[in-house]
């Protein structure tokens, strides 16, 4: 009986071991499955930046917004399934109040025609990007203009231009590092064109490379 009980005893215990491993493996391939997700369609989100305008009678505006900390920008991705247009966009952290947890997420909303920030967010709709995130930092890679030379920036202070980069790094709650996603806008000025702001015309920049 003894020697039974042993041999019951260390099945047992092999096989919690094996259990364990076992669901500590297949929660870790969902993370690895839920961060590539999220990483493949921010890329594609980001590639598809538009160079709109606001509306501001008294200097060139673009619709993109960028800090340390949050993005916004305009995509060429309509709102919603049955809705055509562009749409405002943002990505930033909030916290989860019933996990207790930060998460990423991103934020959508249609533009309407006098749109002169992006208001509409405020009150959009919450998309989960990624679970548990402790710290996001955003990078934007231009200049101010054609005469001085692109470098990294904290912050996207330039009203009159868009990035020609954008880097994003994530550290989840874990103390991961996830590798860093940078992607190339697309659609740089040149797809549209500047509002002169005294004569209201429009007019290219520079011809598209």
């Known amino acids: 009986m003894v020697l039974v009980g042993s041999i019951l005893l260390l099945t047992y215990s092999g096989l919690s071991f094996a259990l364990r491993s076992w669901d500590a493996g297949d929660a870790n391939g969902r993370r690895i499955a839920e961060r590539q997700l999220a990483e493949n369609f921010l890329r594609r989100e980001l590639s598809e930046m538009f160079p709109m305008r606001f509306k501001d009678a008294m200097q060139v505006k673009m619709a993109f917004e960028g800090s340390a900390s949050h993005l916004r920008f305009v995509s060429a991705r309509p709102p919603g399934i049955q809705m055509g247009g562009l749409s405002l966009v943002g990505i930033e952290m909030q916290d989860d109040r019933e996990k207790r947890t930060r998460d990423l997420v991103m934020l959508r909303a249609m533009p309407d025609d006098e749109a002169v920030d992006f208001g509409p967010l405020d009150k959009a709709e919450r998309h989960l990007l990624l679970a548990g995130v402790d710290r996001v930092d ?5 200049s101010e203009n054609d005469f001085k030379e692109a470098q990294w920036h904290d912050s996207w202070t330039f009203a009159g231009r868009v990035p020609e ?14 590798p860093d996603l940078t992607v190339r806008v697309a659609l740089r000025e040149e797809a549209g064109c500047l509002e002169n702001s005294f004569q209201r015309l429009c007019r290219p920049r520079r011809p598209n490379p």
């Open 138 to 142: 955003f990078g934007y890679f231009g």
């Open 165 to 178: 980069l954008i880097r994003m790094r994530v550290r989840t709650t874990d103390g991961a590092m996830l």
